[in-house]
């Protein structure tokens, strides 16, 4: 399935880097998401965006800063990382105003903080 | 707060035999959705099946089917003539029907091995 496209598939960064992890929807949905997942964790879910407004940030640190410039793309800006932020970063969308609506997911960008 | 526990972390099965993975949930709502995601190891999450709690009928897709049981705030996945292919990560999510907005809470997740 190719309705959530994420890239890089893998990124490998320093904790000075800044890099960007990209999310596009072709699915017509209204709400994007970013999750992280790490091993023997559950999924924590980092950001929402309905109709391109932030409606959610799961206390996130700043190092970690998403745009959402329409509702089709969402960005994940990262910046100073710790190797703790090594994980799998999920995109997904939905339609988010009906509740029913599953998520749809990417493939996940594998992040190595070093 | 809603939680979702899926109480066995692994699990494994022969093929074409059939498992049910379990998985249960905390709400004091009586309207929501409950969800079974399956992620391979080609990381992409699944949809597997879907289920309306106003709805007393068990959902099925394909072999796979659910049996929930909404007074025990239970929602299995069973699996039926199990594949290589079903070997998977299978999470259960739940997610509100009258909060708007509501998110999805995923439980851990339990891995499932299929031996040939």
């Known amino acids: 399935e190719t309705g959530v496209t994420q890239t890089p598939r893998h990124l490998v960064m320093g904790m000075t880097n800044k890099k960007s992890l990209k999310c596009e929807q072709h699915l017509g949905h209204n709400a994007m998401y970013w999750y992280k997942q790490s091993a023997k964790k559950p999924l924590e879910l980092m950001f929402v965006y309905n109709f391109k407004e932030q409606t959610e940030n799961n206390s996130v640190p700043s190092r970690f800063s998403p745009e959402c410039p329409n509702s089709s793309h969402l960005f994940l800006h990262l910046h100073t990382l710790q190797p703790e932020d090594s994980a799998l970063y999920l995109c997904?969308?939905?339609?988010?105003?009906?509740?029913?609506?599953?998520?749809?997911f990417g493939n996940g960008t594998r992040l190595t903080v070093t | 707060a809603q939680t979702v526990t899926q109480s066995q972390p692994e699990m494994s099965v022969q093929e074409a035999e059939t498992v049910t993975l379990s998985c249960t949930y905390d709400t004091s709502e009586s309207d929501y959705y409950l969800f079974w995601y399956k992620q391979p190891p080609s990381r992409q999450m699944i949809l597997v099946i879907r289920q309306e709690a106003y709805k007393q009928q068990n959902a099925t897709e394909n072999r796979f089917s659910v049996n929930f049981q909404k007074a025990a705030k239970s929602f299995s996945l069973k699996i039926s003539d199990s594949q290589l292919g079903d070997a998977a990560m299978y999470f259960c999510a739940y997610r509100s029907a009258m909060n708007y907005g509501q998110n999805f809470v995923f439980g851990p997740g339990t891995r499932l091995s299929v031996l040939p």
């Open positions: 997904a969308s939905s339609q988010g105003n009906r509740a029913n609506s599953p998520l749809h």
